[in-house]
């Protein structure tokens, strides 16, 4: 019989990706979701059970039911502007959330744990490249939330009653290469959906948030890392901490800037497309620069990028955005 895992926020963008993976390395996932971001269209790989992280007895049903060999664990909120307006929704359903699925996992027994951080922890830092060993400030409540959680996941370690690993990802893009799932959010914030819904005319025009920082053309620089390279790297910690040990936080980057000119010339291209782009002021809290150090990541889970240049992150998604357009 195949083994379960527990997927929480299984029906969102990246949960849903890390689902195909398991479901292809011979894993049953079983798909842990509210549905208030994530979609029933994304559930492909396995049973839907429909809960919130904050409802205890469901998720102890589903414990019951399924014994999964470890947890992947994505449920969160995860707008940063959101969390600043109202950081008790975010404390309620990140923080308190995942200390009820910790509970639930330590008493069912369930050894493993792969949580789903962001590099967001590493606040406003002077150097563009960012490796572990960097202080963690996070700058908002979002922010705040992540490390709080990756805090408690630390002193489980310590007590030896969870074995777990943080994964802190950079700009998680792209879709599915086989254009079977791909990103939707409401309402859409990220750089290259939404130049690709200028491109499609379904917004007016791009603008660009600051074009003087210190970067090469002025623009902000990211780590574009597409989402099926997160899927599997997922899947490799999963089964690491299965038989052994990890690092309690692992960067998960492209290992490549980009900035939201390369973006925007990258869609241009792709799409064919031509569309008004305007450059205006700065978004409040953007660092000029991120990019991940991913040395750790290739010695401790053995992997690195395979979908992540620029081309190859922009093609996917306009490719399915192209057809659910259509
Ligand atoms: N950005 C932009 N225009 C947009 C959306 C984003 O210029 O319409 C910039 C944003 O300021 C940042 C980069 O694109 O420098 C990536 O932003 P995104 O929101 O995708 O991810 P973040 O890095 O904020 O997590």
Same mark, same amino acid.
């Given at each position: 019989?195949?083994?379960?895992v527990?997927?929480? &926020?299984?029906?969102?963008?990246?949960g849903?990706h890390?689902?195909?993976?398991?479901?292809e390395d011979?894993?049953?996932?079983? @798909?842990?979701?509210?549905?208030?971001?994530g979609h029933?269209?994304? *559930?492909?790989?396995?049973?839907?059970v429909?809960?919130d992280?904050?409802?205890?007895?469901? =998720?102890?049903?589903?414990?019951?039911?399924?014994?999964?060999?470890?947890?992947?664990?994505?449920?969160?909120?995860?707008? +940063?502007?959101?969390?600043?307006?109202?950081?008790? $929704?975010?404390?309620?359903?990140? @923080?308190?959330?995942?200390?009820?699925?910790?509970? +639930?996992?330590?008493?069912?027994k369930?050894?493993?744990?792969?949580?789903?951080?962001?590099?967001?922890?590493? &606040?406003?830092?002077?150097?563009?490249?960012?490796?572990?060993?960097?202080?963690?400030? /996070?700058?908002?409540?979002?922010?705040?939330?992540?490390?709080? +959680?990756?805090?408690? =996941?630390a002193?489980?370690?310590?007590?030896?009653? =969870?074995?777990?690993?943080?994964?802190?990802?950079f700009?998680?893009?792209?879709?599915?290469?086989?254009?079977?799932?791909?990103?939707?959010?409401? /309402?859409e914030?990220?750089?290259?959906?939404?130049?690709?819904?200028?491109?499609l005319?379904?917004?007016?025009? *791009?603008?660009?948030?600051?074009?003087d920082?210190?970067?090469?053309?002025?623009?902000? *620089?990211?780590?574009? @890392?597409?989402?099926?390279?997160?899927?599997?790297?997922? *899947?490799?910690?999963?089964?690491?901490?299965?038989?052994?040990?990890?690092?309690?936080? @692992?960067?998960?980057?492209?290992?490549? &800037?980009?900035? +939201? $000119?390369?973006?925007v010339?990258?869609?241009?291209?792709?799409? &064919?497309?031509?569309?008004?782009? $305007?450059i205006g002021?700065?978004?409040?809290g953007?660092?000029?620069?991120l990019v991940?150090?991913?040395?750790?990541?290739?010695?401790?889970?053995?992997?690195?990028?395979?979908?992540?240049?620029?081309?190859? !992150? !922009?093609?996917?998604?306009?490719?399915?955005?192209q057809?659910?357009?259509?």
């Amino acid at each position: 019989m195949k083994k379960h895992v527990l997927v929480t &926020g299984g029906a969102g963008y990246i949960g849903s990706h890390a689902c195909k993976r398991l479901f292809e390395d011979g894993y049953q996932p079983v @798909i842990y979701d509210n549905l208030s971001t994530g979609h029933d269209w994304a *559930v492909k790989w396995g049973p839907l059970v429909l809960g919130d992280l904050l409802e205890k007895e469901i =998720l102890e049903s589903v414990f019951n039911d399924y014994q999964p060999v470890a947890v992947l664990h994505f449920a969160a909120c995860g707008l +940063v502007e959101e969390s600043v307006r109202d950081p008790e $929704k975010y404390i309620r359903n990140n @923080i308190d959330g995942s200390k009820v699925l910790i509970d +639930v996992i330590k008493a069912k027994k369930c050894p493993v744990m792969v949580f789903s951080s962001s590099c967001t922890l590493y &606040g406003n830092v002077e150097q563009s490249v960012l490796d572990e060993s960097l202080p963690v400030q /996070p700058i908002n409540p979002y922010g705040e939330t992540k490390l709080a +959680v990756e805090n408690i =996941l630390a002193e489980e370690r310590q007590a030896g009653g =969870l074995n777990s690993i943080a994964l802190r990802y950079f700009n998680a893009a792209g879709a599915d290469p086989e254009g079977e799932i791909g990103e939707d959010h409401d /309402p859409e914030t990220h750089l290259i959906p939404r130049v690709i819904s200028a491109a499609l005319g379904q917004l007016p025009e *791009v603008k660009i948030f600051g074009d003087d920082y210190p970067t090469e053309d002025g623009s902000c *620089v990211r780590d574009y @890392i597409h989402v099926s390279d997160l899927a599997v790297a997922h *899947v490799t910690a999963m089964e690491k901490l299965i038989t052994g040990e990890l690092p309690p936080a @692992i960067n998960l980057g492209a290992g490549i &800037g980009s900035s +939201v $000119k390369d973006v925007v010339a990258c869609v241009k291209k792709i799409s &064919g497309r031509d569309f008004p782009v $305007k450059i205006g002021p700065r978004r409040d809290g953007d660092p000029a620069a991120l990019v991940a150090d991913t040395a750790l990541a290739q010695k401790e889970l053995s992997w690195s990028s395979q979908y992540s240049d620029l081309e190859t !992150v !922009v093609g996917t998604a306009w490719q399915w955005h192209q057809n659910q357009n259509a």
